[in-house]
């Protein structure tokens, strides 16, 4: 422990939702993962790259996929960066545009893995309340922090921001604004505009959730192309490998899959919130493939989640204030989802 950085052993390390072990037969609605397969272009081009070339190195640049996501983004290439899923980019946003004692800002609640990313890098953390008027989010009282992270849609409540309100925060921060948009592929709209409009705004984008990709880590960040350059120089220079790389440029171009998947998860979502509702629950209106639903109190929230554990379901329950009194639940396939709602009625 003497060798250890004095931050880093006060660290509190992020906690990601319970994984099962393989082969262990439960309902896992804990991860926002897609409950559908990915496109079966996808399965293909997986077994064709998996062959002797695996022996080599994977193209530094990401090339065939930052010009997948330019076209189906409308961008260039040169405003594409790509990353080891959505997470890698935002730790090479912190090595990029800040420095020791620096602040980061975020709404609370949203993606608590902010927190514990500027612990990392000892930089200073600058919470803000996310307030109850998702068209009004509220300015952080500093507007100097280096980098704020804005989720949208926000998880894990679910409402999402209209890109005017975005562009209002851009424009009142001095430093980057990151719109974090894992879960945008499920929302009404998105702020991918705004990087032709606001200079300082970065759009995070994840192949893990509407692409039923979790398990290659593939994500991607889109800005004006002077950020962008200035991130490439910070990136692990082969930080994604072959498969994802060649699996992620055939899921983007695929969109007749994509949209199939998503038509799907929008309507169990829908499912999911009147099921809930029905059982005089209070359910949140979601924009995401998940629904944060709140019960009277903390007991019963954990009580429930414990309750579904047992039957081999298992959904989200946190321990922060402001959410310890309900449970997120991943949107799953049609039968996952009525037998969620079976094991509730018994358990309410």
């Not at 250890?4 to 037969?25: F, T």
């Not at 000892?122 to 922090?145: F, I, K, W």
């Not at 991607?220 to 910070?234: F, G, S």
Request: glycine fraction near 6%; charged fraction near 25%.
């Amino acid at each position: 422990m003497l060798f250890v950085k004095e931050h880093i052993r006060k660290l509190r390390a992020y906690q990601p939702g319970l994984q099962p072990r393989d082969g262990e037969r439960v309902i896992k609605l804990n991860t926002n993962e897609n409950p559908y397969p990915p496109s079966p272009w996808v399965l293909e081009s997986i077994r064709n790259e998996a062959s002797e070339a695996l022996r080599l190195y994977s193209d530094p640049r990401s090339r065939t996929l930052r010009q997948a996501a330019a076209a189906l983004y409308g961008t260039s290439p040169e405003e594409v960066l790509c990353g080891n899923g959505s997470d890698e980019i935002l730790g090479i946003l912190l090595r990029t545009f800040t420095t020791r004692d620096d602040s980061i800002g975020y709404y609370v609640p949203s993606y608590s893995y902010y927190a514990t990313l500027g612990s990392i890098h000892a930089l200073r953390l600058e919470p803000t309340p996310v307030g109850d008027r998702p068209d009004h989010p509220p300015l952080p009282q500093d507007p100097g922090p280096a980098v704020f992270f804005l989720t949208n849609p926000n998880s894990p409540l679910g409402f999402s921001f209209r890109p005017e309100a975005v562009a209002k925060l851009a424009a009142n921060l001095k430093g980057i604004l990151v719109v974090d948009e894992a879960y945008a592929d499920f929302a009404r709209w998105n702020c991918l505009s705004l990087i032709r409009e606001m200079p300082n705004v970065v759009v995070t984008r994840s192949l893990s959730k509407s692409y039923s990709l979790a398990g290659l880590r593939v994500g991607i960040a889109l800005a004006q192309e002077p950020l962008i350059r200035q991130m490439d120089k910070v990136r692990d220079h082969y930080n994604i490998n072959r498969i994802a790389q060649q699996a992620g440029s055939v899921a983007l171009r695929d969109q007749k899959s994509f949209q199939e998947n998503r038509r799907r998860v929008l309507r169990t979502r829908d499912r999911l919130f009147l099921g809930l509702r029905g059982l005089g629950l209070d359910p949140l209106p979601s924009e995401a493939n998940f629904v944060f639903v709140r019960f009277p109190s903390p007991e019963a929230a954990a009580s429930v989640h414990d309750g579904l554990f047992r039957q081999g379901i298992l959904v989200r329950h946190f321990e922060q204030d402001g959410l310890v009194d309900g449970l997120r639940i991943s949107v799953g396939t049609a039968r996952e989802t009525d037998r969620l709602l079976e094991a509730l009625r018994g358990l309410l």
